[in-house]
T-cell receptor, first 114, second 114 residues
Framework: AQSVSQHNHHVILSEAASLELGCNYS??????LFWYVQYPGQHLQLLLK??????LVKGIKGFEAEFIKSKFSFNLRKPSVQWSDTAEYFC????????????FGGGTRVLVKP | NAGVMQNPRHLVRRRGQEARLRCSPM?????VYWYRQLPEEGLKFMVY????????ESGMPKERFSAEFPKEGPSILRIQQVVRGDSAAYFC????????????FGPGTRLTVT
């Protein structure tokens, strides 16, 4: 069965700092990869996705992620965070052979101090 | 264009009672997914439904839990004889069809069992 791990449970940053959140998955076949964000009191929103093609994916709000197939990783980055980036971030994987379900990582809570 | 709707947003039940959680997918979407988020954990897949069909219920507990998505009306996740361990946030997501891997999430229902 596939699994997804996110390396950090909590991250605290100051505004303008760079952010990188790690995500690794265990599945050898073809995958679709997602990062979702949940702002306080809101529902999950899609930040970015990777299906195929250029492994460097740009999403909304200045976020990007890089798919490194050899490392089974899909790390999320933002060069300069803002206070409004305070949220919980979830990495999710869909293994195409397993159907449409998403397997989520445990989430990383990011707190950006003003 | 309304997003995925879930109600109620908060539900309190005493042990042994039944909980019914409702999900109306986005307009034009005929595929619904239910996920559960236990405290301090990521989202876990429960069930995937299409109108009048259960496609994948591999994540559903074997007892007390059931789901349906009738031809008319919302999808319903039903939990019979709730126990304290059922306390969690239950998220519904929808997609337009089977080959579309991106899922759109609702705000969730937070179930508290007292």
């Amino acid at each position: 069965a596939q699994s997804v791990s996110q390396h950090n449970h909590h991250v605290i940053l100051s505004e303008a700092a760079s952010l990188e959140l790690g995500c690794n998955y265990s599945y050898g076949g073809t995958v679709n990869l997602f990062w979702y964000v949940q702002y306080p009191g809101q529902h999950l929103q899609l930040l970015l996705k990777y299906f195929s093609g250029d492994p460097l994916v740009k999403g909304i709000k200045g976020f990007e992620a890089e798919f490194i197939k050899s490392k089974f990783s899909f790390n999320l980055r933002k060069p300069s965070v803002q206070w409004s980036d305070t949220a919980e971030y979830f990495c999710a994987v869909n293994a195409q052979a397993a159907g449409n379900k998403l397997t989520f990582g445990g989430g990383t809570r990011v707190l950006v101090k003003p | 264009n309304a997003g995925v709707m879930q109600n109620p947003r908060h539900l309190v039940r005493r042990r042994g009672q039944e909980a019914r959680l409702r999900c109306s997918p986005m307009k034009g979407h005929s595929h619904v997914y239910w996920y559960r988020q236990l405290p301090e954990e990521g989202l876990k897949f429960m069930v995937y439904l299409q109108k009048e069909n259960i496609i994948d219920e591999s994540g559903m507990p074997k007892e007390r839990f059931s789901a349906e998505f009738p031809k008319e009306g919302p999808s319903i996740l039903r939990i019979q004889q709730v126990v304290r361990g059922d306390s969690a946030a239950y998220f519904c997501a929808s997609s337009p069809d089977r080959g579309y891997y991106e899922q759109y999430f609702g705000p969730g229902t937070r179930l508290t069992v007292t």
